[in-house]
């Protein structure tokens, strides 16, 4: 039975790698899988509940015991088998940078989407990143979504649908996990359980999932300072005495913590209506970042000679604790015309950082540095939260016509603050520079920013079917938002050395600058049966990115006489517009051989205009949005999978991109003094950076039962992905990050109550970036280069070995 178990769970993952079309109904349970054909799973992301085979738009989905098999805990590992969906691992600290398509236009490192993909979970839009709990399947739309999904859908939506309570039932799960990561001293270990029970049978029931993960890091944070101010960051590195006296060796730094949580009640009281309440809660504990400086310090720099693979130079540590919660409410109800929906959720992410800050103010050029034991670190806190709701009807009829209304409200409050601190410098400045007095705090610099955003829509989608075989739908969105960014920033250690602050005085001037827009995007979709067994569907559809502020203060009128540090915006730095892609598709969905084949493809072309893109003031070098040219993308993705005999099924995808500019963006990289100088300036035709052009997945599961009556899986995955250029046509110190391929191999050993898993990661070992983190002009170019370390790489994570063990009961 766990034989058949599995193989269902495999075939899950070969259909859902891409699109499919309709099927026959499955054959009755007793037959073999190879009279059966592949299985199928359902799916919602047309907001209506059928197979991903008759849903005609690209869509992928991986189903609960998918993830399993294939060991699946991160988005990260969800995108390495969707075609046309790249994302950067930067390690537990940072949200991953989400790229579809090629779309997008900032360098390689940090937030580099910029909010290109939307991320639910359930029927709510989350802008925070939870860990993968319990879940029924993924779903991922690739390409705009801006009908039916709202803002923040440029690229595609990723749907986390958690497994709902069963209210006939009490069953669950309790596992147990240890493993190893090569380059960690210590074993990590993951534990946790599901409980569903019925409370009234049949109408009342409730549904518990917990985890507790303890992964140990794989970077050395080996040249920290003993103590701030004091120590020395650049000793003399061939005196291993004073290396010793001044810094510190902080082994496995990056590791990662994290409790997760959920809870869900659901009543149903009848057929007509459903009602689930839900809580879910996750707090993560991060060590450091996963970055190595292996290979990327100045030439100048004696650092370079001791750092080895697995190395951080960071002087501080930087730990990072967050916590995330969700509360929502999903109601169901038929109306016997149409399926009434209500979505209301809230979410509440507080988070708490620290962060080697050193670097940017020495490339500020203001002569920290001739301070010996010069070092700095910043201090940042997020507040948010964010109200949902949705409300909407769809048609229920076996008529020809069907249609999809609905209203949507969100409202986000931040609050955020970043204080920076030069420990030691203000008794350098008295001693050396004639300054007034002492700051006992250090605080070098602090910005207090508070943000509210405001969308409201109305959105429907009009279904026809013209013939049996010919359907046709059209849909748009209606939508308003509004954002208020009130700021400030002050530098108290400045003002206190040099003018008339008191030693812990700080004043803000507060500012708020204000942004709204409005508009309508459009979806056209036609889709023809060719047969029982081939579909095609032609797609054209729209989606949209706020507009906002930055939340920096405007600089004064007289900027360019002013010759001390000063944090401000440009009259073109304070806001930012709303950016918009228009996606053209043509998809394929074909089955062969009685069902054993599938073959599935798409071709797209995507145009992205006011493309938003990160950058920095010019004045005091504060995180920015800001709007380049126009881009655009076009390729090819492929999923086919087959089921070649009852023991043995192959599943692979593919995907080809060539994502480039399709205008000149002036001044992408910043405003050069001398208007002429086109060398921060990037042109029609440069690729886009941060995406592979060319992706590959191959699966290959093989099932069989031993000693008469056990199941034994053996799954095998290769991931590959091409090299990618970190900036813009690789200007600006821009640089082509290396291609890398992955294999995973899983065994599993079962029986009906119980799963032995022996599941070995990056089974090769491949030392490979994921992800870059500045450039190499950042320390080269700006102010001293043998003092510098923030140009590193983000790492994939090392080979990990584990073994898994679960008991399920069903009662």
């Not at 080996?222 to 004091?230: A, F, I, K, L, P």
């Not at 992205?608 to 993308?633: C, L, M, R």
Request: with cysteine.
């Amino acid at each position: 039975m766990k034989n058949t178990h599995f193989k269902k769970s495999a075939l899950c993952l070969a259909v859902s790698t891409g699109l499919a079309l309709p099927q026959v109904a499955l054959a009755a349970e007793e037959e073999s899988a190879k009279d059966q054909g592949i299985e199928t799973i359902q799916v919602t992301a047309s907001r209506r509940s059928s197979t991903i085979q008759e849903t005609p738009i690209n869509v992928t989905a991986l189903d609960g015991d998918v993830m399993a098999d294939q060991n699946i805990t991160q988005l990260a590992d969800v995108a390495r088998w969707v075609p046309g969906l790249t994302v950067q691992d930067q390690g537990g600290r940072s949200a991953p940078p989400i790229i579809v398509r090629g779309l997008n236009t900032n360098s390689s490192g940090p937030g580099a989407d910029g909010g290109t993909v939307a991320t639910y979970v359930g029927e709510i839009p989350l802008a925070i990143d939870l860990k993968i709990l319990d879940v029924e399947r993924v779903e991922v739309l690739i390409g705009p979504q801006g009908t039916l999904y709202g803002a923040g859908t440029l690229g595609g939506a990723i749907r986390y649908m958690p497994k709902k309570p069963v209210l006939d039932e009490t069953s669950g799960s309790v596992y147990g996990d240890i493993f190893n990561i090569a380059q960690s001293d210590d074993l990590g270990s993951e534990a946790g359980f599901v409980v569903n029970t019925p409370i009234i049978e049949d109408t009342l029931g409730v549904r518990v999932a917990f985890n507790h993960l303890d992964e140990p890091g794989f970077i050395d944070y080996n040249y920290v300072v003993r103590e701030s101010g004091v120590s020395l960051p650049d000793p003399d590195w061939n005196n291993p005495d004073e290396v010793a006296a001044n810094l510190k060796q902080v082994k496995d730094a990056n590791f990662d913590k994290a409790t997760t949580a959920r809870v869900m009640l659901r009543w149903q009281p009848n057929e007509m209506f459903d009602a689930t309440l839900s809580y879910h809660y996750q707090k993560q504990e991060i060590g450091s970042r996963s970055i190595t400086h292996y290979g990327s310090l100045s030439d100048t720099n004696p650092l370079s000679a001791f750092m080895g693979k697995y190395e951080s130079g960071y002087r501080y540590e930087e730990p990072f604790t967050r916590e995330d919660s969700l509360i929502s409410l999903e109601l169901t109800a038929d109306l016997g015309f149409a399926e009434l929906t209500s979505a209301t959720g809230f979410t509440d992410h507080q988070a708490d950082g620290q962060r080697d800050q050193t670097d940017l103010l020495i490339r500020l050029d203001y002569s920290y540095e001739e301070f010996p034991a010069f070092s700095a670190f910043t201090r940042e806190t997020e507040d948010d939260q964010t109200i949902t709701q949705e409300i909407r009807l769809v048609s229920t009829s076996d008529s020809a016509l069907s249609w999809i209304v609905g209203g949507f409200y969100n409202k986000f409050d931040g609050f955020n603050d970043s204080k920076e601190f030069t420990p030691g410098f203000d008794q350098f400045a008295v001693d050396n520079w004639a300054a007034n007095q002492l700051r006992p705090d250090s605080l070098e610099y602090i910005s207090v920013g508070d943000d509210v955003v405001e969308e409201m829509a109305l959105f429907g989608e009009l279904s026809y079917d013209i013939t049996d075989a010919l359907s046709v739908t059209v849909g748009t969105r209606f939508y308003n938002y509004s954002v208020e960014s009130t700021s400030g920033i002050d530098l108290p250690l400045f003002y206190t050395l040099f003018g008339d602050y008191g030693p812990d005085e700080i004043n803000i001037d507060l500012s708020t600058d204000e942004a709204e827009d409005d508009g309508n995007l459009f979806k056209f979709n036609v889709s023809y049966q060719v047969s029982e067994d081939v579909l095609t569907y032609f797609t054209i559809s729209e989606g949209f990115r706020i507009g906002g502020a930055n939340g920096v203060a405007a600089c004064p009128d007289n900027i360019d006489d002013i010759d001390n540090q000063i944090v401000c915006a440009l009259p073109d730095e304070v806001i930012y517009t709303a950016d918009t892609t228009t996606n053209y598709e043509f998809g394929l969905k074909s089955t062969w051989f009685n069902n054993k084949l599938h073959f599935n493809s798409a071709l797209f072309y995507v145009e992205w205009d006011d493309a938003q893109v990160a950058g920095a003031t010019v004045n005091g070098q504060q995180p920015i949005t800001s709007n380049a040219g126009a881009a655009e993308s076009k390729g090819i993705e492929i999923a086919t999978r087959a089921l070649i005999t009852d023991e043995l099924i192959a599943y692979a995808t593919y995907a080809y991109t060539q994502a480039e500019l399709s205008e000149d963006a002036q001044y992408l990289f910043g405003v050069p003094s001398d208007p002429n100088d086109t060398s921060l300036d990037a042109f029609a035709g440069d690729r886009l950076p941060g995406s592979p052009e060319n992706q590959f997945s191959l699966g290959l599961t093989y099932s069989t039962e031993i000693f008469e009556d056990k199941g034994l899986d053996v799954t095998y995955g290769l991931t590959y992905q091409d090299e990618y250029v970190s900036k813009v046509g690789l200007r600006n110190f821009g640089e082509v990050v290396p291609g890398y391929a992955l294999s995973n191999l899983n065994a599993k050993f079962s029986d009906e109550s119980w799963a032995v898993t022996l599941y070995i990661d990056n089974m090769f070992d491949k030392y490979a970036f994921s992800s870059v983190r500045r450039d190499f002009g950042d320390i080269t170019v700006r102010n001293d280069p043998a003092l510098q370390r923030n140009y590193g790489h983000y790492l994939v994570t090392p080979r990990k070995i584990g073994l898994r063990f679960e008991y399920f009961f069903d009662l």
